[in-house]
């Protein structure tokens, strides 16, 4: 399947992918986030959501979503750019956008089987769990590299620009 197949902006496309493979009895993770400047820490927490041969899908927020969460010099890549990166990633199956400050709506749009967030999510209240949970799904936590995220990386950029 090519990048730009994977990537769905139709919602209603979306679900009945889904049903079609759920008929085919295939799973159906979740995970969401902005993925602007896609590092190590990123694919390491994307292979661990695909794992034992389920559906991943990634809700990817758009530009809009990014500027209220992160601030107006964020993305530095634009949404279409980072969902053609994530698209091209082996271990992830489809990619679609939301607009919101969560993807509550996405999640009860699609209804996925298993919804991934990282550890550090531990002990907090994951968007969308009690949706999933349910529906008889359940909320998987993935470890996650320490000091491997975008900020981390914006950062370092500046840092070292100052310097020069």
């Not at 559906?55 to 890549?77: C, E, F, Y």
């Not at 509550?104 to 699609?110: E, M, S, V």
Request: proline letters at 3%; charged letters at 30%; a positive charge.
């Amino acid at each position: 399947m090519d990048t730009k197949t994977k990537i769905i902006r139709d919602w209603t496309t979306l679900r009945q992918k889904i049903q079609s493979l759920r008929r085919r009895g295939k799973s159906v993770a979740f995970t969401n986030g902005c993925f602007d400047l896609l590092h190590e820490g990123h694919v390491s927490y994307l292979e661990a959501a695909k794992k034992n041969d389920r559906v991943l899908i990634v809700g990817l927020n758009t530009d809009a979503s990014v500027k209220r969460l992160k601030g107006h010099q964020r993305p530095i890549v634009p949404q279409e750019g980072r969902a053609r990166v994530l698209a091209a990633l082996e271990c992830i199956d489809f990619v679609t956008f939301f607009n919101e400050d969560t993807p509550l709506k996405l999640i009860q749009a699609i209804r996925p089987d298993i919804l991934v967030k990282g550890a550090d999510w531990k002990g907090k209240e994951v968007v969308g769990s009690d949706i999933v949970k349910f529906l008889g799904g359940r909320v998987e936590l993935i470890q996650y590299i320490p000091g491997k995220s975008t900020t981390n990386i914006v950062g370092h950029i500046l840092k070292r620009a100052k310097v020069k």
